[in-house]
């Protein structure tokens, strides 16, 4: 069965704090994807790591994959407001297909 | 460049009708999906297509119907719409594996 687990589904933090998203997988997967959404939107494409050790950044957000461990994290830097968003990751076997997690909330606060 | 379309993007049925969600995308993408996302799931797999004509099933497909006569649109039916069926519907495409692009979501209330 493939699954996908997130934790925490829910995160509140003060601006300006760290914090880590973490995404385990259940099966052998070439690549993985860290998307986000805002309410009532769409999904926005955060990173697709592609191998094992690959780490991407962008702003305050950086996501690492541990093929071995069949885990990914993506870390908070230094959180601010507009990066309150459900957080999905999701990963692909072999085909085109995604199979996502079931969601980060996060809220930052002031 | 418009990118993907779904329609209605809001949409009350009631039990037992039949509803089509359209979904037009203008990359001639080669795969498309649709997704339905319910609080607590994530996003799960109804249906996807790797090119005209070819179409398969995903991780929760019973109670609907896809089609695929063209390129650039990706029907979904649901035959007989049921209360479960309530949900927010995504439509999705991509050419490689590397980007999925999603729509805008179709919010559907079956009553």
């Known amino acids: 069965e493939l699954k996908v687990e997130q934790n925490p589904l829910f995160l509140s933090m003060q601006e300006g704090k760290n914090y880590t998203i973490y995404c385990n997988y259940s099966?052998?997967?070439?690549?993985l994807y860290w998307y986000r959404q805002d309410p009532g939107k769409s999904l926005e494409s955060l990173f697709v790591?592609?191998?094992?050790?690959a780490v991407k950044q962008e702003g305050r957000l950086m996501a690492s994959l541990d093929t071995k461990a069949r885990l990914s994290t993506l870390h908070i830097t230094a959180a601010v407001h507009d990066l309150s968003a459900t957080y999905f990751c999701a990963f692909s076997d072999s085909g085109y297909a995604l199979n996502f997690g079931k969601g980060t909330s996060l809220l930052v606060t002031p | 460049d418009a990118g993907i379309t779904q329609s209605p993007r809001y949409k009350i049925t009631e039990t037992g009708r039949q509803v089509t969600l359209m979904c037009h995308q203008t990359w001639s993408h080669s795969y498309m999906f649709w997704y339905r996302q319910d609080l607590g799931h994530g996003l799960r797999l109804i249906y996807y297509?790797?090119?005209?004509?070819?179409?398969d099933k995903g991780e929760v497909p019973d109670g609907y119907v896809v089609s695929r006569s063209k390129t650039e649109n990706f029907p979904l039916t649901l035959e007989s719409a049921t209360r479960s069926q309530t949900s927010v519907y995504f439509c999705?495409?991509?050419?490689?594996?590397?980007?999925?692009?999603f729509g805008e979501g179709s919010w559907l209330t079956v009553v």
């Open positions: 999705a495409s991509s050419v490689g594996r590397n980007t999925i692009y």
């Open positions: 297509s790797a090119a005209a004509d070819i179409t």
């Open positions: 099966t052998t997967s070439d690549r």
């Open positions: 790591l592609l191998s094992n050790g």
